[in-house]
């Protein structure tokens, strides 16, 4: 072979084998992610929604105060969010994040592991362009037997979101009397009287009959791995061991003030419990009276501090809760800080 076709043949050679060596590693890199997105049990809900509300445009500074799989967060970080400011309660959910992570060595997001309320004690540096809230547990929490939060398989009495923190559902079953569980019971859900439920549970727990959920699920007369009617009771509970009302009462009216003007507070819920505590905190941020209708005096500040940018709260399209039926029940609210 004449030498100059030989150099030519040992330039196309090595290309074809470097090139190769570059399809393998996009093949790998693309395994690797197509791993962590079957990983993912939970799917964003409302994303689309959650972005155009949020009113995402590049360089803004978000804050995802729910931070979950990081569906969200990571919507807002490929359209160009200049800062992600993310916080989760359940450490679990973080550390998974942060070793496999789409986003999890870029500088524009940062993670903390604490609940919003405590998040919002700090108060941070700068002003954000939006805040989202998507409360409740993801789907991997739920499908997580040890974390006692599911119906399907038996687990320990726990339905804690951050086990490091807070008090198991055992334990504040030990301590709580008979009437103050039956107020936690009326208060979480729309159940009344829950004196009956109350009274069996408590009986259940002072004979040390109540170990997993399954026993639980036993004392409010039902099998486990079945829909169930005390699906409820079991919100209920959950509400109740991780404060979830009143995270959302003493955090939200915070949060306005780390908006900039205009900036929007997105909040997703999932049943209505939770939707009308929401709706309500926003009604009042909005400077309208929320008393009951048999109160006396009115003790509502009456300061206008946001606007309704929905009156109605928004709720999945069809096709979306064909696609994921856990967003069947989801409902978009967002106010707007008061531009003085
Ligand atoms: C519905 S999931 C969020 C899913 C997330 N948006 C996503 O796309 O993956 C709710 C998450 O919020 C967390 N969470 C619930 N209440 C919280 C609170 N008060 N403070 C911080 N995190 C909370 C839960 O641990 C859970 O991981």
């Known amino acids: 072979m004449a030498p100059q076709l030989r150099v030519r043949c040992a330039y196309y050679a090595k290309r074809y084998v470097s090139c190769l060596f570059y399809r393998r590693c996009v093949r790998r890199h693309l395994e690797i992610f197509a791993v962590h997105q079957k990983e993912r049990f939970h ?59 789409e986003f999890r060595s870029d500088p524009r997001l940062t993670l903390s592991h604490q609940p919003f309320s405590q998040w919002a004690e700090v108060c941070p540096p700068y002003l954000y362009d939006g805040i989202l809230v998507d409360l409740g547990v993801s789907t991997r929490q739920l499908l997580t037997p040890e974390r006692g939060f599911s119906f399907a398989d038996s687990g320990p009495l726990d339905m804690r979101m951050d086990p490091d923190r807070e008090v198991s559902l055992l334990e504040k079953l030990e301590e709580v009397t008979e009437k103050g569980l039956a107020k936690v019971l009326e208060d979480n859900t729309d159940l009344f009287p829950a004196v009956p439920i109350a009274r069996a549970i408590k009986d259940a727990v ?135």
């Open 43 to 101: 799917i964003p809900v409302l994303l689309k929604e959650v972005i155009e509300y949020i009113k995402l445009f590049e360089g803004g500074v978000y804050a995802d105060l729910t931070f979950g799989e990081g569906g969200h967060t990571e919507e807002l970080l490929r359209g160009g969010a200049k800062r992600v400011d993310a916080c989760d309660r359940d450490r679990a959910t973080l550390e998974r994040y942060r070793e496999g992570g």
């Open 206 to 340: 002072r004979r040390r009959e109540l170990k997993t959920t399954a026993d639980l699920i036993h004392v409010l007369g039902g099998k486990a791995g079945k829909r169930h009617p005390a699906t409820v009771i079991f919100l209920a509970l959950r509400m109740w061991v991780n404060d979830e009302l009143g995270e959302v009462e003493k955090t939200f009216p915070k949060l306005i003030s780390f908006l900039k003007p205009g900036g929007r507070l997105v909040v997703l819920t999932f049943h209505s419990t939770e939707d009308r505590k929401v709706k309500q905190v926003f009604k009042m941020l909005a400077g309208k009276c929320v008393c009951p209708p048999e109160s006396r005096r009115c003790d509502c500040p009456r300061v206008k501090l946001v606007e309704e940018v929905l009156k109605k709260p928004l709720d999945p399209s069809r096709e979306e809760m064909r696609r994921n039926p856990r967003s069947r029940s989801a409902k978009l609210r967002c106010v707007a800080r008061s531009v003085l």
